[in-house]
């Protein structure tokens, strides 16, 4: 058996590296299923969805002729001799109207920005370009036919598309959308997460600590990093450690949530129960444990349409795996492209590295004199330890050392935490 190798319930589990343990997570993930949205009722619900189905134009945008300045719509043909002077002989405000308006020849109109532009108009003079007395208007300087004028359909047509699938829904995309006369969109569902808590020495948040027990930070770290990420209905239940307990937990889960995410319980003690709970309520393992520190004990399994990210209990392990293989996998379930940002920076000084692991190390960053990503390693990095969060701003990826140690300058991979 390889170095690293372990058994869930008789079967083989290799130690991966850090890659092939995220192809294994995401190589057998589809999105959900897809959903139709109210855009104009409710449109906050669309916003952080990603399209299931292109949005085309119910319009033509603009859908009319407009001015796009206030002004006065005019012949051009009418302003041969500048200054020339013209009857105003109408307004035209950017409103509701019965019919299309008219311009008749050697007349101006008074026209606002967005107002309907009559058929016969073919130049808006801005207002700024004009002297007005009383009912008359005089145009003070020569225009090119054309000017000051939105034509129908220049930005879109009927049927053009607004947006292809795979798209994210932002704020701004939402209102082109709307703009666009889309009343309902179609996009992937996010997932259902549930979250396991496991460990009688964890206390929930708030309550007295027993003699022997800690705080739970895990269950409050996931669920406001998943909040910011756009899960906010997320249930996090306190698990005891016993089997029959977290199998009955589990399976409840797996029934459903789309994503499980458990804390504890996946090491080799006598009260790590996750693995062979998940194969007891009909999970087939993916793997156990990756080339990583922190985090090696993760265990990932799939039950269905279900996956679950077993993680170990080490705070700063299930910061380390909620980023690197979590989110991605709630990302491919909603039909996003891969949503962390890899980027390349120089290391401030050296730092220990592992011969045989990837090194997961949490630093500042800085841009230094030329343009170059800085990145500054910090105290109190143990599996343990979380209070360098408070200054941390990148996760850093050390890549196994065959001397145990990376250099100053070092060019490194990070992303943001």
């Not at 105003?88 to 405000?93: K, L, R, T, Y």
């Not at 709307?178 to 997460?193: D, F, L, N, Y």
């Not at 679950?308 to 705070?315: A, E, Q, S, T, V």
Request: aromatic letters at 6%; charged letters at 20%.
């Amino acid at each position: 058996m390889p170095a690293g190798a372990t058994t869930v319930a008789g079967m083989k589990a290799d130690m991966l590296s850090v890659d092939e343990a995220l192809a294994r997570v995401l190589d057998p993930l589809r999105p959900l299923q897809s959903e139709t949205l109210p855009l104009h009722s409710i449109p906050q619900l669309a916003l952080g969805r990603v399209l299931a189905e292109p949005v085309r134009s119910t319009l033509d945008l603009p859908p009319f002729r407009q001015s796009a300045v206030d002004g006065y719509a005019v012949r051009h043909a009418d302003l041969q001799n500048i200054p020339r002077e013209l009857p105003v002989a109408s307004e035209i405000a950017a409103a509701a109207r019965a019919d299309a308006p008219t311009l008749s020849p050697g007349t101006a109109a008074r026209i606002f920005t967005g107002g309907w532009l009559p058929d016969t108009a073919d130049t808006v003079v801005r207002q700024e370009l004009t002297r007005r007395d009383g009912d008359r208007v005089r145009v003070l300087e020569a225009l090119a036919p054309g000017t000051d004028i939105r034509l129908q359909g220049e930005e879109l047509k009927v049927g053009d598309t607004v947006a292809e699938p795979g798209a994210l829904i932002t704020p701004g995309l939402l209102g082109a959308i709307a703009m666009a006369g889309v009343g309902h969109v179609s996009t992937w569902r996010k997932p259902r997460i549930a979250v396991l808590v496991t460990g009688d020495e964890v206390a929930e948040p708030g309550a007295p600590l027993a003699p022997g027990q800690i705080a739970d930070a895990n269950g409050p770290l996931l669920r406001a990093y998943l909040a910011h990420w756009g899960y906010a209905d997320v249930q996090v239940r306190y698990v005891r450690d016993d089997f029959e307990t977290v199998c009955e937990a589990l399976a409840d889960s797996f029934a459903n949530f789309d994503v499980v995410i458990t804390t504890g319980g996946v090491s080799v003690g006598d009260h790590d129960h996750v693995p062979k709970a998940a194969v007891r309520s009909g999970a087939e393992t993916l793997f156990w444990k990756v080339a990583q520190k922190p985090g090696m004990p993760l265990y990932v399994a799939a039950r269905g349409r279900s996956t679950l990210f077993g993680l170990p209990g080490n705070p700063a392990s299930v910061l380390v795996n909620l980023l690197v293989y979590v989110r991605p996998a709630l990302a491919r379930l909603e039909g996003r492209a891969a949503p962390i940002a890899w980027h390349r920076g120089r290391l401030a000084s050296p730092v220990r590295a592992e011969t045989a692991k990837t090194f997961w190390l949490r630093m500042q960053h800085r841009i230094d004199e030329a343009g170059t990503s800085l990145l500054q390693p910090l105290p109190k990095q143990a599996s343990h330890m979380l209070s360098n969060l408070a200054q941390a701003a990148v996760l850093v990826r050390i890549p196994p050392q065959a001397g145990g140690h990376c250099a100053q300058g070092q060019m490194v991979e990070w992303t943001t935490l």
